[in-house]
């Protein structure tokens, strides 16, 4: 989808309401058609109707339409898979980590979801036939977690050249919920050029939840985030690529059925993911991964082990 509209173009958009979308983050016309009129409106100081008008002429410059099963059809035979390290859990996936969606893994302190997203970085770099994309990464670090080490010692534990594999992860500190949303649009710029195969954020809700606390303020949270989740959705759609997220979760001890956990972030998280998968851990430095409500895969566990060479069954 590429237009060569400019948002002045748009109807009643003139130089200053054209600055002010810009300013609120919608630089390209595929942000302006994806957002609500509600938002649209707060961001430019217009009318609700001028707003949806907008948002129509933004969706129709970009040939935004329905598209038929078999359109989507080849659309999914473009997806690609990433290797996780580990077969069972690949397996679990069915196949790896897809492109064109998100995939969120969740679970408690130290259940391994750093492990698995500095894994992803390393094995998103192999070959296609290796179980990559023969891509780079962007690395979203939102909790200081990012350890260089680590992904040497994954590089050496799979015979690469570390210095080549760090050369191509691009690492992004964000400091708060703010700084997160503005690196992930970054990320999308980022990756139009072909050259990213990943994009992850580590973690996806530790600054919105830092950023947003009180009753009060939780619907804007989740509004934020949500668009957040959006910004990612697209950059993954758009250029093939695949977008991993973490998100932390406490357990609640008093749950004896189904999911014993609740993710922050609640409910716009656990839908906007494609993929969710619960880690756990488990006995003789085992860990569980869980995977929750697929789109097309039967729900199922798979075990892996976090080793010094990094992810493996
Ligand atoms: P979180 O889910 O909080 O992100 P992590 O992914 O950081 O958790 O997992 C931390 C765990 O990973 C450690 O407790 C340890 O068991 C394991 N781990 C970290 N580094 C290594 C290593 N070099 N070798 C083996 N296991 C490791
Ligand atoms: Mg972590």
């Not at 130089?15 to 002010?20: C, V």
């Amino acid at each position: 989808m590429v237009t060569k509209m400019d948002l002045e173009e748009l109807p009643g958009v003139g130089a200053t309401t054209a600055t002010k979308l810009r300013d609120a983050g919608y630089k390209e016309m595929s942000s302006v058609a994806a957002a609500s009129a509600s938002e649209l409106k707060d961001a430019a100081g217009i009318g609700e109707a001028a707003a949806n008008r907008i948002i129509i002429a933004a969706k129709e410059s970009l040939d935004i339409r329905f598209r038929t099963g078999t359109e989507m059809l080849e659309k999914r035979k473009s997806v690609k898979k990433i290797t996780t390290g580990s077969t069972a859990l690949d397996d679990l996936l069915g196949g790896g980590i897809e492109t064109q969606a998100i995939s969120e893994f969740y679970g408690e302190f130290g259940s391994g979801k750093t492990q698995i997203v500095h894994q992803a970085a390393v094995t998103v770099q192999l070959p296609e036939d290796e179980g990559g994309l023969g891509k780079g990464v962007v690395f979203i670090d939102s909790e200081n977690t990012f350890r260089p080490e680590r992904i040497i010692q994954m590089a050496e534990g799979r015979g690469l050249d570390p210095e080549k594999i760090l050369e191509n992860i691009q690492v992004a500190r964000a400091y708060n919920s703010a700084d997160q949303i503005l690196w992930a649009e970054k990320a999308a710029e980022m990756a139009q050029s072909g050259d990213i195969g990943l994009i992850i954020v580590d973690s996806l809700t530790s600054q919105f939840r830092a950023d947003y606390v009180g009753r009060g303020t939780l619907a804007d949270r989740q509004q934020k985030l949500n668009r957040h989740m959006h910004t990612l959705q697209r950059a993954g759609d758009l250029n093939n690529i695949a977008v991993v997220v973490t998100n932390q979760v406490m357990a609640k001890p008093d749950t004896f059925f189904g999911d014993p956990t609740a993710p922050i972030g609640g409910h716009i998280v656990g839908h906007t993911s494609t993929f969710r998968l619960y880690l756990r851990k488990s006995k003789g430095g085992k860990r569980v991964a869980r995977l929750m409500d697929s789109p097309n895969l039967p729900d199922g566990e798979a075990i892996f082990m976090v080793t010094q060479e990094g992810i493996r069954d």
